[in-house]
């Protein structure tokens, strides 16, 4: 066996010398790797480019986050299918229907550190899923919803590099979550920020009947 592997390294080897050999032939004088080299370099740049457009594109999707106030109000309607959650952000109102007892808002969180922090850069926030949740396991195993809040793939979302940075950065990721609210037909809750993060804040008797009721 040793014998058979020894026998197939040198056909390869005898291989390689003959493409050094071939490559020597056709090109050793090399007045094609100077250009060959500029080709490289421009692609690359322009593929940086257009990275750090889509980056700042997806960056200037963040708001500035207060350290209190009003971020969204949220009212349940119920329908034939189950809910729809009825978000109101930005002087916006979106519908987004959900399977499921509790509801759940999610945003991601970029944190300035450091010097950008001492002068006085604000943290950002953006809007990233709603989800609904079943209370029965058997029901939440069968279908429970996520939606997505914005269409930016992980891959040049600067949120998702942060999150799995080493944390000792100038610019970090962070998040914030409303977890698990009643979804009861007619509740309306206004989000709010805080110092520790968002506050659920009912608006209507049937917000606050659902809080009591809320195990």
């Given at each position: 066996?040793?014998?058979?592997?020894?026998?197939?390294?040198?056909?390869?080897?005898?291989?390689?010398?003959?493409?050094?050999?071939?490559?020597?032939?056709?090109?050793?004088?090399?007045?094609?790797?100077l250009p060959w080299l500029r080709?490289?370099?421009?692609?690359?740049?322009?593929?940086?480019?257009?990275?750090?457009?889509?980056?700042?594109?997806?960056?200037?999707?963040?708001?500035?986050?207060?350290?209190?106030?009003?971020?969204?109000?949220?009212?349940?309607?119920?329908?034939?299918?189950?809910?729809?959650?009825?978000?109101?952000?930005?002087?916006?109102t979106s519908v987004y229907p959900?399977?499921?007892?509790?509801?759940?808002?999610?945003?991601?969180?970029?944190?300035?550190?450091?010097?950008?922090?001492?002068?006085?850069?604000?943290?950002?926030?953006?809007?990233?899923?709603?989800?609904?949740?079943?209370?029965?396991?058997?029901?939440?195993?069968?279908?429970?919803?996520?939606?997505?809040?914005?269409?930016?793939?992980?891959?040049?979302?600067?949120?998702?590099?942060?999150?799995?940075?080493?944390?000792?950065?100038?610019?970090?990721?962070?998040?914030?979550?409303?977890?698990?609210?009643?979804?009861?037909?007619?509740?309306?809750?206004?989000?709010?920020?805080?110092?520790?993060?968002?506050?659920?804040?009912?608006?209507?008797?049937?917000?606050?009947?659902?809080?009591?009721?809320?195990?």
């Amino acid at each position: 066996m040793s014998m058979q592997f020894a026998g197939l390294a040198g056909v390869l080897l005898l291989l390689a010398v003959l493409l050094v050999a071939v490559i020597v032939r056709l090109g050793w004088r090399l007045a094609w790797l100077l250009p060959w080299l500029r080709g490289q370099v421009i692609t690359l740049l322009l593929a940086l480019t257009l990275l750090l457009g889509l980056i700042a594109w997806d960056v200037s999707r963040y708001q500035a986050l207060p350290q209190e106030g009003r971020l969204f109000t949220v009212e349940v309607r119920s329908t034939e299918a189950g809910y729809d959650l009825r978000l109101q952000h930005a002087g916006q109102t979106s519908v987004y229907p959900l399977q499921g007892d509790l509801w759940r808002l999610d945003l991601q969180v970029l944190r300035w550190q450091g010097l950008a922090h001492a002068i006085g850069l604000q943290d950002g926030y953006r809007p990233y899923r709603v989800s609904g949740r079943f209370l029965m396991l058997e029901r939440q195993l069968a279908g429970a919803t996520q939606l997505p809040l914005h269409n930016t793939p992980a891959w040049r979302d600067i949120w998702y590099w942060l999150d799995g940075g080493s944390g000792n950065a100038w610019l970090t990721a962070d998040a914030f979550s409303i977890n698990f609210m009643p979804l009861a037909d007619g509740a309306r809750f206004a989000i709010e920020a805080g110092p520790t993060g968002l506050t659920p804040v009912p608006l209507n008797t049937q917000a606050m009947d659902a809080l009591k009721g809320q195990p």
